[in-house]
């Protein structure tokens, strides 16, 4: 069983300390934090460290995804317990969607044996926020509701930068969850036509590129890879 604390002293060292993120950061980063977080052998697939310590359990990630997934409604109480828990790195969540820029260091010399731990984990990743959005909507916090949708869209162009056909694959799936979901709110009432389209402007990146989720130079990838 994993061990447990309250908040580990790498959150508290990069929330309390200054902010230095620029556009060029590597989101990267970040997300390893949230990765350390949630999962105790992502660095080394089937050898979990003993010595890690993780925020979410297993269950809390499941509680999480399957409220993410039903109906706008309070969470229980068992849900609320997972979110007391998500709610302390949330933070985490907030500093891996800051840039755009992602670059997971995938060694692609591996060839068709190459493993991308951070995939399932980036999908987890979404369903924390969509979670923590759908929470804030029936909260009344149509603000916060916005907010995490914002960063839900931006993490899916993030995973998009993978270069693999996976990851172009979660990235357009991930939007397609935001996209959805921002509906669903404004036809609950949960969500004014304003907010909405602050959204929509906070998003131009995708109108501004042909293939925002890296279709193209995955698929040219994927071929070098069969090449090998």
């Known amino acids: 069983m994993a061990k447990r604390c309250i908040l580990p002293a790498i959150v508290i060292a990069i929330f309390m300390g200054p902010k230095t993120s620029s556009a060029q950061d590597n989101a990267f980063d970040a997300w390893a934090v949230f990765f350390d ?28 995804s399957a409220y ?3 109906p ?21 969540l907030i500093e891996a969607t800051r840039s755009r820029v992602y670059d997971p260091g995938n060694d692609f010399s591996q060839g068709v044996d190459l493993v991308l731990p951070h995939m399932w984990l980036t999908r987890q990743a979404a369903h924390c926020m969509t979670a923590l959005a759908r929470r804030a909507a029936v909260d ?21 930068q993978d270069q693999t056909m996976i990851g172009s694959l979660v990235g357009g799936s991930i939007f397609s969850t935001a996209e959805q ?8 009432g949960l969500l004014d036509r304003k907010l909405a389209s602050e959204y ?6 995708i109108e501004a590129q042909e293939d925002p989720f890296g279709f193209v130079p995955a698929l040219i990838m994927e071929r070098e890879i069969m090449a090998m």
């Not at 979901?181 to 036809?187: F, N």
């Not at 929509?200 to 990146?205: A, E, G, L, P």
């Open 140 to 160: 009344g916090d149509a603000s916060s509701a916005m907010e995490w949708t914002t960063r839900l869209t931006q993490s899916s162009g993030q995973i998009a």
């Open 68 to 70: 993410a997934h039903e």
């Open 181 to 188: 979901q921002l509906g669903q709110m404004i036809d609950a």
């Open 200 to 205: 929509v402007d906070r998003v131009q990146w």
């Open 72 to 92: 706008f409604r309070q969470p229980n109480a068992a849900e609320r317990a997972a979110f007391e828990r998500l709610d302390l790195v949330a933070p985490l």
């Open 37 to 64: 977080a949630v999962s105790t052998d992502w660095r080394n697939p089937g050898k979990p460290s003993e010595d890690a310590i993780t925020q979410l359990s297993p269950e809390d990630l499941r509680l999480i």
